[in-house]
T-cell receptor, first 113, second 113 residues
Framework: DTEVTQTPKHLVMGMTNKKSLKCEQH?????MYWYKQKAKKPPELMFV???????INESVPSRFSPECPNSSLLNLHLHALQPEDSALYLC????????????FGPGTRLTVL | TQLLEQSPQFLSIQEGENLTVYCNSS?????LQWYRQEPGEGPVLLVT?????EVKKLKRLTFQFGDARKDSSLHITAAQPGDTGLYLC?????????????FGTGTRLLVSP
């Protein structure tokens, strides 16, 4: 299995809602990532988990809360988001070796009303 | 800060034409990856280059890593409409460690029949 899956595919939420994005991989990768991508821009790194521990937080606002329940799963909890948070949220995983090949999921298209 | 500049930003060509996309930096990278992303989907890894001067071929796509490992190019021969997408280079930087990828600015390719 060489796939990273993400659910849901699309999500529409109000600014007062609480929702979660989910990501799963079964490649035995030890590093998992969350990226945010705005239209026509490259992905921007948000968080990195290494061996289930948060190793990088790119100064992301606290309304985004990551969680890594086990080595295969990664969640992103959303609360009190702003319309400017609307974007494609991508999950990726890697073997965490020197060439750092990252494998991306299909993304969740988030719209905040 | 390590930056990767891609050129051109946008390329619109006819089926059958050849093209080259460039990815340049003033920084040295330990490895460099090329991804293709279609609208609303996650980036798909095409190739990883590690050694300075390395050339890799993937069907009609030829990838080269610069001798000094500061730049890379992607050449497509006889482009087809299926090649349409956003092409992203991404480097693993010595300064950022192996957990972070520096993404290029992206090249949007449109191949018309």
């Amino acid at each position: 299995d060489t796939e990273v899956t993400q659910t849901p595919k699309h999500l529409v939420m109000g600014m007062t809602n609480k929702k979660s994005l989910k990501c799963e991989q079964h490649m035995g990768h030890r590093a998992m990532y969350w990226y945010k991508q705005k239209a026509k821009k490259p992905p921007e790194l948000m968080f990195v988990y290494s061996y289930e521990k948060l190793s990088i937080n790119e100064s992301v606002p606290s309304r985004f809360s990551p969680e890594c329940p086990n080595s295969s799963l990664l969640n992103l909890h959303l609360h009190a988001l702003q319309p400017e948070d609307s974007a494609l949220y991508l999950c990726a995983s890697s073997q965490q070796r020197l060439d750092n090949e990252q494998f991306f999921g299909p993304g969740t298209r988030l719209t905040v009303l | 800060t390590q930056l990767l500049e891609q050129s051109p930003q946008f390329l619109s060509i006819q089926e059958g034409e050849n093209l080259t996309v460039y990815c340049n930096s003033s920084s040295v990278f330990s490895s460099l990856q090329w991804y293709r992303q279609e609208p609303g989907e996650g980036p798909v890894l095409l190739v990883t280059v590690v050694t300075g001067g390395e050339v890799k071929k993937l069907k009609r796509l030829t990838f080269q890593f610069g001798d000094a490992r500061k730049d890379s190019s992607l050449h497509i021969t006889a482009a087809q409409p299926g090649d349409t997408g956003l092409y992203l280079c991404a480097g693993e930087g010595r300064d950022t460690g192996f957990q972070k990828l520096v993404f290029g600015t992206g090249t949007r390719l449109l191949v018309s029949p």
